[in-house]
């Protein structure tokens, strides 16, 4: 089992920046490296949505996927040393705005929350217009 600690949450203008981490820990956090690890969101009244996955290839390279609603605004990476998983957000609107959660899986990973038995707290971002 992982436990997965998500921090960097806030309010935030429009048009500013956050990043958010998601940290590993527990007696499988040395095969964190090789998980998949996704970001998600879930605003008030909707569903949890996929927002950006990494993935482990080979040695030291990642897959990295994003929706299309953060492409070119949201950045995904690791650093292993840390056992940590961040998520660069530029450019955020309000329709950001939403609670953000880590999930951990070994695996290709999915889209789909259901996929991940690993998640962590979540943190809330919000976004003023």
């Known amino acids: 089992q992982v436990q997965l600690v998500e921090s960097g949450g806030g309010l935030v203008q429009a048009g500013g920046s956050l990043r958010l981490s998601c940290a590993a820990s527990?007696?499988?956090?040395?095969?964190?490296?090789?998980?998949?690890i996704t970001w998600f969101r879930q605003a008030p009244g909707k569903e949890r949505e996929f927002v950006a996955t990494?993935?482990?290839?080979?040695?030291?390279?990642?897959?990295?996927d994003y929706a299309e609603s953060v492409k070119d605004r949201f950045t995904i990476s690791r650093d292993k040393a840390k056992n940590t998983v961040y998520l660069q957000m530029n450019s955020l609107k309000p329709e950001d705005t939403a609670v953000y959660y880590c999930?951990?899986?070994?695996?290709?990973?999915?889209?789909?929350?259901?996929?991940?038995?690993?998640w962590g707290q979540g943190t809330q971002v919000t976004v003023s217009s």
């Open positions: 999930a951990a899986g070994s695996g290709l990973g999915s889209r789909t929350p259901s996929w991940y038995a690993n």
């Open positions: 527990g007696r499988t956090s040395s095969t964190y490296t090789t998980y998949t």
């Open positions: 990494t993935r482990w290839s080979s040695g030291n390279v990642y897959y990295a």
